[in-house]
């Protein structure tokens, strides 16, 4: 029912929040052809960076969505991330580095093996913006400064209100669906009486956005993150963790602090600049850019869907910035519920299909969640193994610091302590398996019924490429007519790709027949002599099926359903499958 007075808006699709998920979403969504409404309470993007890392997964959604490049224009290249100093200060001794994000000589195969993509560095601030720019420019209606208040669900669709922030205008949004990509403070969760579980507020942290020229210190080690292990009775991060976005001219300095101790709204400019000049341990010219807050949580919804609501990112999934998960997954989140609801929209797949966003992505969040909170605990490792305890001077410090670059036992200890600590720190910093090796289980996958492998290595590590049902369809460098493509580009937007080999041109046939849906099944015969091509032989190692056997893709390029060979019953089992794949079973 509408607000008396008030205008009406109807459209398939209301998406409340314009952060990365809210964004991507909607970038999907019109690349799709499906009309939509973004509303935002705030006035513009990100005033701030937040997050920045950019893994593999994401940047290869960014190609599927056909704004990569875009990205990479804007965004700082991966050999620009390579180090993670730890440092008494900028100016001062650096007490170890790390090399990070697949940037060494013995992870960089392994991250260029896996995708097409490299990672990126590209904070809120830069991404936002470029998101929102793609989505305008193919027609989506996103609005700012207009605060989602109230919906209700009935069985046709959902209804909705919003209020303009800066005036009197109410909007009552008539929808088949409501998306609440609104952030960590959701109404929208609230409203559709979805709840997160886990601990609140462990901590309190702050960003001091600011520029200034510290190439001198960072251009000949550059990286994104640099640690303060400074000696003294200091609180966790101690002088703050340097985060440089544009480099070496713009950065975060993150700092932790007491609420009880610490008000943010009374710290000045001068302050701030101080905190910059204790870190970099000298006097440099600093333009403050803002300052802002944040919490430590632990948090994670048990579902991500109820009736016709879905949530996503921050909104269901809340951890540190560990691991840089938390942008990622969100925008992993939206490319997963984009293509189904787009498909479900034009009648194309049943409802059931979307019952598989909640059950595909929840278990990919709750391990994120404690990734992140992990990691944050291991990160005490490298103070304790520098031999730093909790409210130690400054002078005892320095003597366990110094014991270093001792000779001798107590030093030899002291230096195989830092090193195992640098070492744990790989799970955050290398974590390659948590980022692209996830794998969906719902009533849309078909499972093979084959056990699952003993992993070779780590699996958060290393990523082990797969055509198990449910996992991302693995990089494999092709060509066709001349022209280097991935395996991960044999997907359209919203069709099927049947990928098979020499010998299994049958399956040409059982696709066109199991295609009744309306939903494309595209069949490429990967190896032959004509078409594509696979010059290095990299499909035919890593399909994990005969010749004649076929990997089905699904529009976001997770793998739907794999069969070992072709058979005489293989259209029947394709048909079954894509009527199952599509919600329609």
Known sequence: MSIPGSETVEVPVLIVGAGPAGLALSVALSRYGVRHLVVERHRGTAHTPRAHIINQRTVEILRHLGISDRFHAVATPQHLMANNLWVTTLAGPEVARSETWGTSAERAADYRMASPEPMANCPQTVLEPMLLAAARDQGADVRFGWEFTSLAQDHDGVTSVVRERDGDATLTVRSQYVVGADGARSRVLDQAGLTVEGPDDLARAANIWFRADLSRYLAHRPGVLTWNVLPGPLPPLRLGTLICHKPFTEFVLAFMYDPEQVSLDTVGAGELTDRVRALVGEDVDVEILGVAGWQVRAQIASAYAAGRVFCMGDAVHRHPPTNGLGLNMSIADAYNLGWKLALVLAGRAGAALLDSYSAERQPVGAQGVQRAITSLQEGAAVEAALGFEPAQTAEAGWKALNALYEPGPAGDERRDALHKAIELSNYQFNAHGIELGYRYRSDAIVDDGSPDPPPARDPQL???????????????????????????????????????????????????????????????????????????????????????????????????WRSTRYTPDSARQLQAVIEQALGRK
């Open 462 to 560: 290393y990523y082990q490429p797969t055509t198990r049902p449910g996992a991302r369809v693995p990089h494999a460098r092709l060509e066709r007519d001349g022209v280097p493509l991935s395996s991960l580009d044999l997907v359209d937007d919203l069709g099927f790709a049947l990928l098979t080999g020499v010998g299994g041109e049958a399956w040409a046939e059982a696709a066109k027949a199991a295609a009744t849906a309306g939903v494309p099944i595209r069949v490429h015969v990967i190896g032959g002599r004509e078409g594509v091509t696979d010059p290095y032989g990299e499909w035919a190692a890593r399909r994990e099926v005969e010749s004649t056997g076929c990997v089905l893709v699904r529009p976001d390029r997770h793998v739907a």
